[in-house]
């Protein structure tokens, strides 16, 4: 287990290193950021990628670009939060508008159409992948165990049963989470604190 963060040595190797996890990022890149982020380069390590994500899922605007922004920043200041983006949408944007002009002539082949939809599939088995990764850092979690797993399972019922739309998940079971953990917190201060 990885217990200390690297540093990225230039903002250049940022800028390449969002650049390679933006271009493996076909439906989503949560899989791809936590291999490149945690596993690979060792910038951050579980337990900080698994806080940095869930800000960034809860901050207006895509996902992988506010943990762009939060990673670029933190190690080169606002300098490293624009190279960390430029690094996110330079080559996916050439690659789209390539992909658009290729589509308007090739996009209504039955076999060009099928294996977009396939790409569904692999997406997913990403998404539990990655969330099973994640888990175990939750181990850690000032909520306690128990109370993760409620929330987690509370959460998948009101998006898949009752379809609850994202801002009234995060303002009841969010914001209960959110309560339950600062007193924790309060409740058993970490040793050394005040």
Known sequence: M????????????????????????????????????VEKRGWLTPERFLADWAVAHVLPG??????????????FGWTGAVVAVAGLFTFPLLLVLLLAVGFESYGSITAVQGALKGIAAVVTALIASTAAKMLPSMRAHPGGRLFCLFCGIVTLALVLVLRWPLPWILGSVGLTAWAWTYYRLGAHPKPGAR
């Not at 217990?3 to 899989?31: C, D």
């Not at 895509?62 to 190690?75: A, C």
């Open 2 to 37: 990885q217990l200390t963060e690297k540093r990225p040595a230039s903002r250049s190797q940022m800028f390449l290193a969002f650049s390679i996890l933006s271009m493996q990022g076909f439906g989503g890149v949560m899989a791809i950021a936590r291999r490149e982020l």
């Open 62 to 75: 895509p996902n992988v670009v506010n943990l762009s922004v939060m990673v670029g920043d933190r190690f």
